[in-house]
């Protein structure tokens, strides 16, 4: 099977993507008989490129990586914004990856109700959208027939979204507990380590963990997306990131971290959803943790989830919770599932 993707968004995110596209060409096919091109990218900054016949990747990501923009691609047609991209192109893949938004989950939200609506399949990583308006769009594809995924809103290509859908489709999902944010975790091990806030943070987003705007990060309110997302998503909640209280580790200093840790403690910023008389729930606020507690042994841009099931007790996956390549992984995961590889 051959497919044409569009990326709508050139970031982090995208660039992480586009690399595995490029140096898994061969092992995929060869696997799994998937074959594809990828015919336009579309970015507010970067700018945009629709090529018919498909791009050489390695040109478009050196491009990016030397100038920063696609400027100098020198074949296919320049200027298209993104949702002439995606009405219009010829992909059938759109590969949403825009800055995510939890406020009203634009531009994302228009780029995703108009690919459903010309049934093209949609993968994402893309927090905004599914957070807000998760029953709509998985409504709007089932009716077209095409595939919505967003395994990489939750815990990056660490297995969380398509894990409970699927393998664990079965078990009633009462409880989701973890760390779900990865530049917090990375902030507050460094910071264990004395290093200031301001320098952690700025390592951060150079390591590409954090979002656009890490107030995101900071202020818990990605951590509440995610958790919002998994409520919703694997418990059948209807919550909105504004039912639940969140706080993030903004408040906390390097003094109280020097005090919880001659107190054998740490700090750790953790999603919490759970069913009340059949309501879910959620919150999302830092909390001091010992040695006792698995989530202190949880360190770096690494995140851990525990899901507490009728069937399975509780079942804890741990993983890469932001960057690059790990994030681009979610969206491979999520191609090989419509793909229907196995
Ligand atoms: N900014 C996010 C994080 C990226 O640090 O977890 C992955 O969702």
Redesign the pocket.
Same mark, same amino acid.
């Given at each position: 099977m051959s497919y044409r993707l569009a990326f709508i968004g050139f970031g982090v995110v995208g660039q992480g993507f586009a690399t595995l596209l490029r140096d898994k060409k061969e092992f995929l096919m060869a696997k799994f008989g998937l074959d594809y091109k990828v015919t336009a990218i579309s970015d507010p900054v970067k700018g945009s490129v629709y090529q018919e016949e498909g791009f050489d990747l390695s040109k478009v990501l050196a491009l990016v990586e030397e100038s920063g923009n696609l400027d100098g691609y020198d074949k296919g047609v320049k200027g298209w914004d993104s949702l002439k991209t995606v009405n219009e192109s010829n992909a059938d893949v759109i590969v949403e990856v825009s800055p995510t938004n939890i406020e009203n989950g634009e531009p994302g939200i228009s780029h995703i109700r108009a690919a459903l609506g010309k049934k093209k399949h949609v993968i994402t990583t893309n927090k905004g959208p599914v957070a807000l308006f998760y029953r709509e769009l998985s409504e709007l594809a089932r009716k077209n027939n095409v595939a919505f995924m967003f395994e990489g809103t939750v815990l990056?290509g660490t297995p969380a979204i398509n894990l409970a859908l699927s393998t664990l489709a079965g078990a009633d999902v009462q409880d989701i507990k973890g760390i779900m944010? &990865? $530049?917090t975790n990375y902030m507050l091990t460094k910071m264990a380590e004395g290093q200031s806030y301001d320098a952690v943070l700025a390592e951060a987003q150079k390591l590409g963990? %954090?979002?656009t705007k890490p107030d995101a +990060?900071v202020k818990g309110w +990605?951590a509440q997306a995610k958790i919002v997302i998994l409520a919703n998503v694997v418990m059948g909640g209807d919550l909105k990131p504004n039912h639940v209280p969140t706080k993030g580790i903004t408040e906390i200093t390097l003094d109280d971290i020097a005090q919880a840790k001659k107190n054998g403690k740490k700090y750790r910023l953790i999603g919490h959803a759970w069913k009340e008389s059949g309501v879910v729930r959620a919150e999302v606020s830092p909390a001091l943790v010992g040695a006792d507690d698995f989530l202190y042994h949880v360190s770096g841009v690494t995140n851990a989830l525990t899901f507490a099931t009728d069937a399975l007790n509780k079942v804890t996956i741990v993983g890469p &919770? %932001?960057g690059k390549i790990e $994030?681009g992984f979610s969206l491979l995961t999520d191609f090989l599932s419509f793909h229907g590889a196995r």
């Open positions: 990056s944010n &990865g $530049t963990y %954090a979002e +990060d +990605d &919770g %932001a $994030t």
